[in-house]
Nanobody, 120 residues
Framework: QAQLVESGGGLVQAGGSLRLSCAASGNIFSIDTMGWYRQAPGKQRELVARLSSGGSTTYTDSVKGRFTISRDNTKRKMYLQMNSLKPEDTGVYYC??????????????WGQGTQVTVSS
């Protein structure tokens, strides 16, 4: 069983920055696509950014130019650098990863989420 643990959330003023981290652990052989999703109060969870093992990135339009997703495969970590934060970026941010185990079985996993609150 894999585990994803997010950290780095918090309260920040509009225009500020935060850096989220996601650490994967478990009997992992490899990790394919990793991504960040967020869920604002009363809204559905949405993709923020994702990064394939090959380096391909996808960003939702509202964060392009402000957020940067990256990963360190040797450490099994993923990051989201968030700059020029806006109140509408507020929500719970979740880490997601497509994992292949040493047994070669596969699964998609979610972290428990980290709260990001941007005040105006």
């Amino acid at each position: 069983q894999a585990q994803l643990v997010e950290s780095g959330g918090g309260l920040v003023q509009a225009g500020g920055s935060l850096r989220l981290s996601c650490a994967a652990s478990g009997n992992i052989f490899s990790i394919d696509t990793m991504g960040w999703y967020r869920q604002a109060p009363g809204k559905q969870r949405e993709l923020v950014a994702r990064l394939s093992s090959g380096g391909s990135t996808t960003y939702t339009d509202s964060v392009k130019g402000r957020f940067t997703i990256s990963r360190d495969n040797t450490k099994r970590k993923m990051y989201l650098q968030m700059n020029s934060l806006k109140p509408e970026d507020t929500g719970v941010y979740y880490c997601n990863a497509d994992i292949t185990y040493v047994s070669r079985s596969k699964g998609t996993y979610w972290g428990q989420g980290t709260q990001v609150t941007v005040s105006s």
